[in-house]
């Protein structure tokens, strides 16, 4: 094989580009070159030629000579961290702070920097390095720079350095549910779960069954068009909430609307088409929503309220009004921005102002529904807590978002285009994924100052009390796949994680909250235990969980994760029941997604199931005639005895459900992310009937009973 240039692979470095990487053998893999010069391109440079490539290095000397300050600079608390700085060689620098509260420090130690001088534009840049105070408080300042004339200023980052478990939580452990939000229908919701469900979910969970936490899908917006993407993983914006989950009649206004009888029709139509579906029908769930918001909308607001909204409006700022526009044009031009007209493809394009002006009412119902969000999931977290749920709701973080969403166009200077994010092949899928999101640009998110990751990671927290991230180890580095080229052909992408987990766990700080990283699949040992080290909680599915040092059998409990959430199921698995009937390989093997005959991957299920059972009898959980109801109790009473601080009950799993709500390596070929709450006769069943249901209460309670207790 031909061996990549050495001056494609020193470029490649500075940006964090791997030109070879350790597979899930453990071998080692070379890149492609066209894949190095593809990922580059979308970081803005041409490598394919060496003229090229000599170009973009000198381009980048003397961008980094040419800037006094680095962009962003990150210290962890209580360490000692120094920084450069950029003057006329042989110049003096002076160089204070302003904290975020407006105090200034000064006297930064000057620290040795033999560095020698760069020749720029025909003179010579020295560099000199200095130290900041190890007492630094939390939270984002300014490194300011003085030189003759010349000043310049620079973001200065200070995170924990250990996060850990909110206070109010004690010594003690904690479980709480995990939902589907979409199939958890009641009564009075408008076909699909809402808002008011979750409240009712977790006020039930945790006043009866002494539930701590709410675990709930991602709730980021969809595009307002049909058909609505159906994936919360797969959203238009990760900033911004979808209306679709709103309820109605919570809306203060909803008590003033003189049309209420048409809102009723509304939502007496929708719930019985739906109640006749098979399946979550989004398309019609919005139609209908949407008109009765649209009522509500026009009702007068009192001075109080369009205070409260006009407040809203300054908080969000800008991000809100490209959203709110981005759904208008959305709702005029389809889904798709590319496809626009060229005067409106960037929120800055010379058409966006006119289409704002003349579109006026169109953009502010857009906003005016983020208000509502947001005063509904405050209110569900409020619910929750008044409840007696330490935490709360629980969000969850989707990887990236839609290529033609809103995000993509709002954030395209900051997002790589050219490539889509995804994963390498690995024991589960020998192919790879291609997830056809756009990711971030590591260079552009400094440059940046992080403003965007930052805004995305505290408007998530805003009402929560935790979050789950998912493939947390996307902040670390992320597999770039050029467009047009199969997963096998991508690469991964360094991020700066100390930045990225720092403005993560500062925010969760600020919140109080807790961080749950998704951190299954392919994950070098060391970024697990650097997660630990800081504070953020690991994942664990017990299915997974096997002595890999050992006979490959399961985990004994005493040996998992203190610092993670552990539960018996995930949602890209069948509920409990499914699993132990084989679903998982039943309905692979209908949709084409085996690798070898059904025959072994059933005999394989069977063994793994055999071997988790002699564990559960092992630990005196299990009898030797048990039936189903009495091992899925005893799986999750198994969680019971293992040290992790977070325990998880899928809802599914808590009323008996055997239906998967996602399987991966599908789209329409399986009704992914539209199966609603069933019961174990495949029937699907209301809230209501949750909070009467036998076996969620034994369930609950046997979760409850394994976290009242303080840690020994």
Known sequence: ?????????????????????????????????????????????????????????????????????????????????????????????????????????????????????????????????????????????????????????????????????????????????????????????????????????????????????????????????????????????????????????????????????????????VQDRCARADSIDRDAAWAAKRAALHLVYRVRRSAGRELAYAAFRAREGSALDDFATWCALAEEYGADWHDWPESLQHPAADGVADFVARNAAAVDFHRWLQWQLDEQLAAAQSQALGAGMSLGVMADLAVGVHPTGADAWALQDVLALGVTAGAPPDEFNQLGQDWSQPPWRPDRLEEQEYQPFRALIRTVLRHAGGVRIDHIIGLFRLWWIPDGAPPTDGTYVRYDHEAMIGIVALEAHRAGAVVVGEDLGTVQPWVRDYLRARGVLGTSILWFELDRDGDGGPLPAERWREYCLSSVTTHDLPPTAGYLAGEHVRLRDSLGLLTRPVEEELAAAKTERAAWMDELRRAGLLGKHADLDATVLALHQYLGRTPSRLLGLALTDAVGDRRTQNQPGTTDEYPNWRVPLSGPDGHPILLEDVFSDVRAHRLAEAMHEHTSQPLS
């Open 1 to 269: 094989m031909t061996q990549t240039a050495p001056s494609l692979v020193e470029l490649a470095r500075r940006l964090g580009v791997a030109t070879e990487y350790e597979d899930w053998t453990g071998r080692q893999v070379p890149v492609p070159e066209s894949t190095v010069v593809a990922v580059l391109a979308a970081c803005g440079l041409a490598a394919g030629t060496e003229a090229e490539r000599a170009a973009a290095l000198d381009a980048q000397d003397r961008a980094y000579w040419s800037r006094p300050l680095p962009p962003t600079i990150v210290e962890r608390a209580g360490a000692q961290t120094s920084f450069w700085v950029h003057v006329p060689h042989g110049h003096p620098a002076e160089v204070w702070l302003q904290l975020e509260d407006g105090t200034i420090r000064d006297g930064l130690r000057q620290v040795d920097n033999f560095t020698p001088p760069f020749e720029l534009d025909g003179g010579l840049v020295g560099e000199a390095s200095f130290e900041l105070p190890s007492d630094l408080p939390l939270g984002y300042h300014r490194v300011h720079l003085r030189s003759g004339a010349d000043e310049a200023t620079a973001a200065l980052i200070v995170t924990p350095d250990w996060l850990g478990l909110p206070e109010r939580l004690g010594a003690r452990r904690a479980w709480g549910l995990a939902v589907q939000l979409y199939s958890v229908r009641s009564r009075r919701s408008w076909g699909i779960g809402d808002l008011t469900d979750l409240t009712d979910l977790a006020v039930w969970s945790a006043s009866i069954h002494g539930a701590d936490y709410l675990l709930v899908n991602p709730l980021h917006a969809a595009a307002p068009t049909a058909p609505m993407e159906p994936s919360p993983y797969l959203p238009t914006s990760r900033r911004f909430a979808n209306p679709v989950y709103l309820r109605v009649e919570a809306i203060p206004e909803f008590a003033y609307l003189r049309k209420r009888g048409r809102v009723r029709r509304l939502h007496d139509h």
